[in-house]
């Protein structure tokens, strides 16, 4: 079965740091980006940050020197090491994957795979 498995979201206090896990099985995954996206409750899902299989990475201005995405190709397993956080990371984040390395890293609709999502919640 070929999914994507987030994991590592929970309840942190603001300025604290969270480590979210994603982890792949079913499928090879030898070219394209992975990207972690949020959405909270009566909004959009927004990309947060995104890493191609050649190591380059993208951010949201809103996480740019708070967020790292990181990757272990020979795990299948992309992280997203969270520091600083505030309330306003409160979302449901979720991992997905294309084959697609151009094209905008950011487009929801560009990705073929996604996981299951897991909670953040950052309280003041």
């Known amino acids: 079965q070929v999914r994507l498995v987030e994991s590592g979201g929970k309840s942190v206090l603001a300025g604290g740091s969270l480590t979210l896990s994603c982890a792949a099985s079913?499928?090879?995954?030898?070219?394209?980006?992975v990207g972690w996206f949020r959405q909270s409750p009566g909004n959009e899902r927004d990309g947060v940050a995104a890493i191609t299989d050649d190591g380059r990475s993208y951010y949201d201005d809103r996480v740019k020197g708070r967020f790292t995405i990181s990757q272990d190709n020979a795990k299948r397993t992309w992280y997203l090491q969270m520091n600083a956080l505030k309330p306003e990371d409160t979302a449901m984040y979720y991992c997905?994957?294309?084959?697609?390395?151009?094209?905008?890293?950011?487009?929801?609709?560009?990705?073929?795979?996604w996981g299951q999502g897991t909670q953040v919640t950052v309280s003041s």
């Open positions: 997905a994957a294309r084959a697609q390395r151009s094209g905008s890293w950011s487009a929801v609709w560009t990705y073929e795979l």
């Open positions: 079913g499928f090879d995954y030898t070219r394209g980006i």
